[in-house]
């Protein structure tokens, strides 16, 4: 991990306005990335996870806290974002001597209330130096300039909600934060919620690595309040996949879970690290399935085969159904997780109620014996085309000016065929005919393509 180091003194900026003007020109610069809301939502609910990075997008409002810290730190303004503990309204400078505790209104924004930055701002403007309120007012013209214009304007508004006197980079700092970053309860319910009803089965071709990458942005996002089953919860999810071999490899991850020796060498391994680690050996292992062509997700309909782990099973309904189903209710509590939904449906394969086609033990078995055949209540593809060739041509072939057309296509084309041939001979008899006797050719042409243009009119 880099440490950062200050590299401009805040006591070395100049000695006079114009010195300190040229400094802070310098100085007051956008940071890079570009600071931007949290997307977390757009990471869970996007049905078109393909056509962004997920990955990046998880980690965005970590790399932008970091790079706002460093700029803190480079330009020595860490002490206005030390925000002593206990500090109120009525505080004093003598007063604040004697605090022990400080939080650091980065590092610790999830340890700070909304009040605290906001009397700590004020007293900062109120008691602070010269020079802290120069820190403030430059630090607050680098963030401006580093937001997204959304993001500016969301940020403003919200300062307008405070005291003139207590409007500086400290709350727009905290604004900004609570932007990036998801606090509110009913955000970590439905995050909670997202690794409770988590089903491999929920994503086409049960695609692993974009389920993964998924389920780390929801892990980077919950940190500390990951739920203590969550590894269990996820194992299972991804056990309910449709190949054989990587479903005993979760099984037998949770099995060793339970062990009583192997969970006490896990106890020195963060929550969050652990379902990192499973993730990715269990993408690992997709991978070495896929390079074997032992993969046998289930494809969905309407979905893009690139996107797809592979198309090894014919598609049932009731895989895609449900899929709409979680889509159409998500916004909904208490929607039926899939096994309860799965009772619900008739199977595509032998036209019983109570279970999906990939659960059948009919369609299972007949799979393993290698007899499978399509169902008479099995999904057919749609052979019928878009359009009927034969209609549309019957009715082109209609159209009074098409006749007319074709009509003097086929006269111009008859008489010219009859008469190139005495044409022909003519020219090899006079070689020596000048340019302008040609004439007879050129309005033969010119009289069908006149004809072509009156009917286009």
């Given at each position: 991990?880099?440490?950062?180091?200050?590299?401009l003194?805040?006591?070395?900026?100049?000695?006079?306005?114009?010195a300190?003007?040229?400094?802070?020109?310098?100085?007051?610069?956008?940071?890079?990335?570009e600071?931007?809301?949290c997307?977390?939502?757009r990471?869970?609910?996007?049905?078109?996870?393909g056509?962004?990075?997920v990955a990046?997008?998880?980690?965005s409002?970590?790399?932008?806290?970091?790079?706002?810290k460093?700029?803190?730190?480079?330009?020595?303004?860490?002490?206005?974002?030390?925000i002593?503990?206990?500090?109120?309204?009525?505080?004093?400078?003598a007063?604040?001597?004697?605090?022990t505790?400080?939080?650091?209104?980065?590092?610790?924004?999830?340890k700070i209330?909304?009040s605290?930055?906001?009397i700590?701002?004020e007293?900062i403007?109120?008691?602070?130096?010269d020079?802290?309120v120069?820190?403030?007012?430059?630090?607050?013209?680098?963030l401006?300039?580093?937001?997204?214009?959304t993001?500016r304007?969301?940020?403003?508004s919200?300062?307008?909600?405070?005291?003139?006197?207590?409007?500086?980079?400290?709350?727009?700092?905290?604004?900004?934060?609570?932007?990036?970053?998801i606090?509110?309860?009913?955000?970590?319910?439905?995050?909670?919620?997202y690794?409770?009803l988590?089903?491999i089965r929920?994503?086409?071709?049960?695609?692993?690595?974009?389920a993964?990458?998924k389920?780390?942005?929801?892990?980077?996002?919950l940190?500390?309040?990951?739920?203590?089953n969550?590894v269990?919860?996820?194992l299972?999810?991804?056990?309910?996949a449709?190949?054989?071999?990587f479903?005993?490899?979760?099984?037998?991850?949770?099995?060793?879970?339970s062990?009583?020796?192997?969970?006490?060498?896990?106890?020195?391994i963060?929550?969050?690290?652990?379902?990192?680690?499973?993730?990715?050996?269990?993408?690992?292992?997709?991978?070495?399935?896929?390079?074997?062509k032992k993969?046998?997700?289930?494809?969905?309909?309407?979905?893009?085969?690139?996107?797809?782990?592979?198309?090894?099973?014919?598609?049932?309904?009731?895989?895609?159904?449900?899929?709409?189903y979680?889509?159409n209710?998500?916004?909904?509590?208490?929607?039926?997780?899939?096994?309860?939904?799965?009772?619900l449906?008739?199977?595509?394969?032998?036209?019983?109620?109570?279970?999906?086609?990939?659960?059948?033990?009919?369609?299972?078995?007949?799979?393993?014996?290698?007899?499978?055949?399509i169902?008479?209540t099995?999904?057919?593809?749609?052979?019928?085309?878009?359009?009927?060739?034969?209609?549309?041509r019957?009715k082109?072939?209609?159209?009074?000016?098409?006749?007319?057309?074709?009509?003097?296509?086929?006269?111009?084309?008859?008489?010219?065929?009859?008469?190139?041939?005495?044409?022909?001979?003519?020219?090899n008899?006079?070689?020596d005919?000048?340019?302008?006797?040609?004439?007879?050719d050129?309005?033969?042409?010119?009289?069908?393509?006149?004809?072509?243009g009156?009917?286009?009119?």
């Amino acid at each position: 991990m880099t440490i950062e180091k200050i590299v401009l003194q805040k006591d070395d900026r100049g000695d006079t306005p114009i010195a300190r003007q040229k400094t802070r020109e310098k100085v007051v610069k956008a940071i890079k990335p570009e600071i931007t809301t949290c997307k977390i939502s757009r990471i869970i609910t996007d049905s078109d996870e393909g056509s962004y990075d997920v990955a990046s997008d998880a980690i965005s409002s970590q790399t932008i806290l970091n790079g706002i810290k460093r700029y803190v730190v480079q330009y020595d303004m860490t002490s206005i974002i030390m925000i002593p503990k206990g500090v109120s309204s009525q505080s004093t400078p003598a007063s604040i001597n004697s605090t022990t505790v400080w939080m650091n209104g980065i590092d610790d924004y999830d340890k700070i209330e909304d009040s605290d930055y906001a009397i700590w701002q004020e007293f900062i403007l109120r008691y602070g130096s010269d020079v802290e309120v120069e820190s403030d007012a430059w630090l607050e013209g680098t963030l401006l300039l580093s937001m997204e214009s959304t993001l500016r304007a969301e940020v403003e508004s919200d300062l307008k909600s405070l005291p003139v006197n207590q409007r500086g980079a400290l709350t727009m700092l905290r604004f900004i934060i609570k932007r990036m970053v998801i606090r509110n309860q009913e955000a970590w319910d439905a995050l909670e919620e997202y690794i409770k009803l988590f089903d491999i089965r929920n994503f086409p071709g049960e695609n692993v690595p974009t389920a993964c990458l998924k389920l780390k942005a929801v892990v980077a996002v919950l940190g500390d309040k990951l739920p203590s089953n969550a590894v269990c919860t996820l194992l299972e999810g991804f056990a309910r996949a449709s190949t054989k071999s990587f479903s005993s490899v979760c099984e037998s991850k949770i099995a060793m879970r339970s062990d009583s020796i192997y969970a006490s060498l896990l106890t020195t391994i963060p929550l969050c690290n652990q379902v990192t680690l499973m993730l990715d050996d269990l993408e690992q292992k997709y991978q070495q399935l896929i390079t074997a062509k032992k993969w046998e997700g289930i494809g969905h309909v309407g979905m893009n085969h690139n996107n797809n782990s592979s198309y090894n099973i014919t598609r049932d309904d009731e895989e895609w159904g449900y899929a709409a189903y979680v889509r159409n209710n998500k916004s909904r509590k208490g929607y039926l997780a899939f096994d309860e939904w799965a009772k619900l449906q008739k199977c595509n394969f032998c036209g019983i109620q109570g279970h999906v086609c990939p659960q059948c033990k009919k369609y299972l078995a007949a799979k393993e014996n290698g007899t499978l055949e399509i169902s008479p209540t099995g999904y057919k593809r749609n052979t019928k085309p878009f359009f009927n060739k034969d209609n549309r041509r019957e009715k082109f072939n209609k159209d009074p000016k098409l006749k007319a057309l074709l009509s003097a296509f086929a006269a111009f084309t008859t008489d010219y065929l009859a008469d190139s041939q005495t044409k022909q001979d003519e020219n090899n008899d006079k070689q020596d005919k000048p340019d302008g006797d040609t004439v007879e050719d050129d309005e033969d042409v010119t009289a069908f393509l006149s004809m072509f243009g009156a009917l286009k009119e």
